[in-house]
Each structure stands twice: as C-alpha cells, then as structure tokens.
C-alpha cells in the first residue's frame, strides 16, 4: 500500500540554527500539505502545495519557515533559525487532487528545539 | 470561522465497553465535509470517514459506526466493543469544499482501553 514518506522521524537542534524536513507524497497524488501539531492539540495547516505552487501559506510564518516543491512531487519544509516553540510534530499530507478527497498522513518529524 | 470542538479531553473504558467520541463543529458554509482521523501512539494519522454536508445518514463499518446531525452540528463517532488496539487518540476534522480544502482540526479526545 503507497505511503506518504518523511525523514527525518525525530531532529534535535539547538534554537538558532536551520532544520529541514522532507516530504515524499503518494505517487500521483497533486496536492501536498504541511501541518504542525503541538502537543496535546490538533494538526494546523502551515502550507499546501497544489503540484508546485502554494495554495495556501496564510499560516506559515514566512520570516523563518520556507517551503518547496519545486518538481511538483516530494516537498522540503525549513526552518531558520529555529526557536524554542517551534517543538512540535510536523506532517506532511497528500491527496490526490485537493478538495473532496481524503488526505493521507505520513508519521510526521518530531522536531525537539532546546 | 471554522471550528471544530471536542469537548471530550480524555476517555477510558474497559475492553467490550462501547464507547461514543463527540464532535460538534461550527461553519456558515452550506456545503463542508467532516472527518474522523485516529492517531496512534506512532504518531500516524488514519483516515476512518469523510462525509459531505448533504449525506446525514449514518454510517457503520464493522465496529465503528458515526452518527451526523446537522440540526444540532454534531458528528459523532461510536466504537462498539471496544478493544485494546482501539487506544489512541481520535480527531474530528472540518473543510470547505472552495478556496483551501485545509483541515481545521478539533483538540482530539483521547481514547484507552483496559484488558
């Protein structure tokens, strides 16, 4: 069964420097989605990638994170520099079109800021 | 806005127990779609159902079963005879279907089971 991938699965950094997660969605699938999850909360939307361009960012705190998918297929998420409350799961989500169908979930990186 | 409330926290039952998970949602949308995700202690999110706001009919799938109601905005979620494999926690979740199809994600309740 496809399965949406992620690496790394766990990242400790020291607050200040840069971290970079990668996102490999389900083949075929065009929309790609970055959620961030603090514990004990739900999953919030940072982006979403419709093939390679960003559908919505509003979420996205553009003066230290960035997010790509320059090919339209695996994306790579980045913080810099990376802060204390930055500390939480990030996900990455493919659906095949957007819209009505369901999106699937990889295990997400659990990014630890110290 | 869009939200999504869980107001179940934390739930424990003992295995065979069923046990119902609530979801009461806000929208001014006339059309949206609800979901169910179970996240396991690996951290995964699982896609049990999506629904569209047209569909209140009930569905059941196997031991599962949902319950939507549009009067009263809820979309609930039972687990008959529970199990241990059953622990973890579930979320409801909401989108539109226009601009972003973004999930707005309730809080999740957390679900154990005992032997």
């Known amino acids: 069964e496809a399965e949406v991938a992620q690496s790394p699965r766990y990242k400790i950094t020291e607050k200040s420097q840069a971290v970079a997660f990668w996102c490999d969605p389900i083949?075929?699938?065009?929309?790609l989605y970055w959620y961030r999850q603090i514990l004990g909360q739900g999953p919030e939307l940072l982006v979403q990638?419709?093939?390679?361009?960003?559908?919505?960012d509003s979420q996205l705190p553009k003066d230290r994170f960035s997010a790509e998918r320059l090919k339209g297929v695996d994306s790579t998420l980045k913080i810099q520099p990376a802060e204390l409350g930055d500390s939480a799961m990030y996900l990455c989500?493919?659906?095949?079109?957007?819209?009505?169908?369901?999106?699937?979930f990889g295990p997400g990186t659990r990014l630890t800021v110290t | 806005a869009q939200k999504v409330t869980q107001a179940q926290t934390e739930i424990s039952v003992v295995e065979k127990e069923d046990v119902t998970l609530d979801c009461v949602y806000e929208?001014?949308?006339?059309?949206?779609?609800l979901f169910w995700y179970k996240q396991p202690p690996s951290g995964e999110l699982v896609f049990l159902i999506r629904?569209?706001?047209?569909?209140?009919q009930n569905e059941i799938s196997g031991r599962y079963s949902w319950n939507f109601q549009k009067s009263t905005s809820s979309f609930n979620f039972t687990i008959t005879a529970s199990q241990v494999v059953d622990s973890a926690v579930y979320f409801c979740?909401?989108?539109?279907?226009?601009?972003?199809?973004?999930?707005?994600f309730g809080t999740g309740t957390r679900l154990q089971v005992f032997p």
């Open positions: 989500a493919s659906s095949f079109a957007g819209g009505v169908y369901e999106q699937y």
């Open positions: 083949s075929g699938h065009a929309t």
């Open positions: 990638f419709q093939d390679e361009s960003v559908v919505d």
């Open positions: 929208t001014r949308d006339t059309t949206y779609y």
């Open positions: 629904r569209n706001s047209f569909d209140e």
């Open positions: 979740a909401l989108s539109r279907s226009y601009n972003t199809d973004k999930l707005i």
